[in-house]
């Protein structure tokens, strides 16, 4: 939401650097089948914008030539309606990068994605599914009427391909998204919570699950706005800021792409229009730089940067206290595949 940037950019937020990059996130164009009330991206079904077959090969001419990026990390919209996006797969799963795509679920059952489940598990794509709550009533109301039924189909479709269980190699984590002007619960409190009451009601099983706090970007920021309450979220985030949540957030170790090929230091940023610049640029195309070069450089930081590191933290793998359990457990699934 462009509307607030003047208010959002004038910031104390500490100055950040990035490390070495390990995760390219792209953004494979705004179409949805949803429109959730959360979205920062302002995602939905009248979006049109798409990345083209030239940026798809941008993208993994620079995964090619940065091989110490290990992850590609596919967002939207929904990533799966784009038209490359099963292409985009393939020549990237034979690069051997590990590939996360952030599935609504519902996705599933759509006109023209048959086979798309079996195809993630065929090229062992690592599933992330917006869950943003485990009652009906509650994920209805944020993402649309009959959108929990379609949810709980997908897991248990996935999970019928081997998703979330142990030694299958193939890995299903769902994300929750407070329904307002709140931060996450514990995010170990919560998945427990999530475990028992799928695994009882629905025979649903998955790895982990990730609590993500809601950006003041977008339509959520729209919602802010127009309920007075932007003022009084932002003030919650910095009042919970902490410090040692900065070493881990994620545009430390994370580049974004989005659907023209332009380069910014997360998704969050893209959002707000503010790009990676570099060498007196105003933005960067991806196959104008290499990973090694955005090693050290600074990270454009604004008042949105709080809501990564309020309470928890908050990141695209979820909790910033639980990020090195994970990416450890992560690793151990790796190692015994």
Not at 288 to 302: F, H, M, N, P, Y
Request: proline residues 4%.
């Amino acid at each position: 939401m462009h509307a607030t940037l003047p208010l959002l950019i004038r910031t104390s937020f500490p100055a950040l650097k990035r490390h070495v990059v390990e995760t390219v996130q792209v953004n494979l164009g705004y179409r949805c089948n949803q429109s959730c009330l959360h979205c920062h991206v302002n995602a939905g079904p009248n979006r049109t914008e798409e990345m083209s077959i030239e940026n798809i090969n941008a993208v993994l001419a620079f995964l090619k030539a940065n091989p110490e990026i290990r992850t590609l990390d596919l967002t939207g919209g929904a990533p799966e309606l784009n038209r490359h996006f099963r292409a985009l797969i393939v020549a990237a799963h034979a690069q051997g990068v590990r590939i996360i795509d952030r599935c609504n679920l519902t996705i599933l059952e759509e006109p023209g994605q048959e086979g798309l489940a079996e195809f993630l598990a065929d090229h062992g794509v690592e599933v992330v599914a917006s869950m943003p709550c485990y009652l009906e009533d509650n994920v209805d109301r944020q993402r649309g009427k009959g959108t929990f039924d379609a949810s709980i189909r997908g897991l248990q479709r996935l999970n019928a391909l081997g998703y979330g269980r142990i030694d299958t190699g193939l890995t299903l984590n769902l994300v929750y998204n407070p329904q307002g002007a709140s931060l996450p619960p514990d995010q170990e409190t919560l998945e427990r919570d999530y475990k028992l009451h799928f695994a009882k009601h629905f025979d649903v099983v998955f790895n982990h699950l990730f609590t993500l706090a809601n950006m003041p970007i977008q339509r959520f920021g729209s919602t802010l706005v127009s309920k007075g309450l932007f003022n009084s979220y932002m003030t919650l985030l910095r009042n919970a800021h902490r410090e040692d949540n900065l070493d881990q957030v994620m545009c430390r170790s994370l580049v974004s792409v989005d659907w023209e090929g332009h380069l910014y230091d997360c998704d969050f940023n893209q959002q707000l229009g503010l790009p990676i610049r570099n060498a007196g640029k105003s933005r960067l195309h991806l196959s104008e730089i290499t990973a090694d070069r955005l090693k050290g450089q600074s990270i454009r930081v604004a008042d949105h940067c709080f809501g990564c590191t309020a309470g928890q933290g908050s990141s695209c793998g979820g909790s910033l206290d639980a990020a090195k359990t994970l990416e450890l457990d992560y690793s151990n699934q790796i190692s015994s595949i």
